[in-house]
T-cell receptor
């Protein structure tokens, strides 16, 4: 079946520009997560949605970062006034409500969007 | 100090040998523990959960020591296809996963 998809796969932008990264979760998954992975590091949590609402946005680094999930499915991560330090792979993951009820939180990751800020 | 710490490696392992590595975590409220595998330029994928009693999945054995706050992974009879980065992951209350920096394993013929 279809996994998590992310577009674009690569995005090159200039410092100061605005970017949007899109995530399509696995059908039926109510939870959606955004992570950021810098070179040589593990993924770092940004934000988690349960349905349409952000249940935990404690990982967003500053107010230049914003994410939405208006219909509880597709999510968009928005970055304003990009900086060179924003360059990273942005990973999206989703998980099933059945998994959460078991206390087993398998998150299925998409292939990521590689963002390069020049 | 990072919440989850791992030796970055690389661990160079002859094919067929056994390799073991661990990670330490600082949050004593951590409730769930996992090992994820990440191939070069690919997304992380769940390898196995880690239970207090220890658990095995084929050639992979995971152990959890809550008192010392470390988790281990052992790979027996290493295959070339085991070459990857292994990410130690912990979860406290809520659904946020906290990842270590990963341990790189290179299995060589």
């Amino acid at each position: 079946g279809a996994g998590v998809s992310q577009t674009p796969s690569n995005k090159v932008t200039e410092k100061g520009k605005y970017v949007e990264l899109r995530c399509d979760p696995i059908s039926g998954h109510t939870a959606l997560y955004w992570y950021r992975q810098s070179l040589g590091q593990g993924p770092e949590f940004l934000i988690y949605f349960q349905g349409t609402g952000a249940a935990d946005d404690s990982g967003l680094p500053n107010d230049r970062f914003f994410a939405v999930r208006p219909e509880g499915s597709v999510s968009t991560l928005k970055i304003q006034r990009t900086e060179r330090g924003d360059s990273a792979v942005y990973l999206c993951a989703s998980s099933s409500p059945r998994g959460q009820q078991k206390g087993y939180n398998e998150q299925f990751f998409g292939p990521g969007t590689r963002l390069t800020v020049l | 100090r990072k919440e989850v710490e791992q030796d970055p490696g690389p661990f160079n392992v002859p094919e067929g040998a056994t390799v073991a590595f661990n990670c330490t975590y600082s949050n004593s409220a951590s409730q769930s523990f996992f090992w994820y595998r990440q191939d070069c330029r690919k997304e992380p994928k769940l390898l196995m959960s880690v239970y207090s009693s220890g658990n095995e999945d084929g050639r992979f054995t995971a152990q959890l020591n809550r008192a010392s706050q470390y988790i281990s992974l052992l790979i027996r009879d290493s295959k070339l296809s085991d070459s990857a980065t292994y990410l130690c992951v912990v979860k406290a209350a809520g659904n946020k996963l906290t990842f270590g920096g990963g341990t790189r394993v290179l299995v060589k013929p």
